[in-house]
């Protein structure tokens, strides 16, 4: 249990964090759907316009720096490949 006020007041600000990142991924992983749903679908001009919305999602730190250009790398080589 926390005892001093700042350990009181980290939680609580983790607690927020928590949700607001659960979102952002949420967005994240729903963002990337659309761009490999399009990629299936073999619309090269809707996968390459997903995948100019998911980018800046997924750049915004919540996923780590590298994870985030990994999927960006690949899902722009997938889009490429149509």
Do not use: C, W, Y
């Not at 928590?18 to 679908?41: D, P, Q, Y």
């Not at 919305?53 to 919540?62: F, H, I, K, N, Y």
């Amino acid at each position: 249990m926390a005892n001093t006020p700042q350990a009181r007041k980290r939680i609580r600000r983790n607690e927020r964090r928590a949700l607001i990142n659960t979102n952002r991924m949420s967005r994240i992983r729903t963002f990337v759907k659309k761009v490999e749903s399009a990629i299936a679908g073999g619309d090269k001009t809707a996968a390459s316009a997903a995948l100019k919305e998911a980018q800046p999602e997924l750049a915004r730190g919540v996923l780590h720096k590298n994870t985030a250009a990994r999927k960006m790398s690949r899902l722009t080589k997938r889009v490429s490949a149509l």
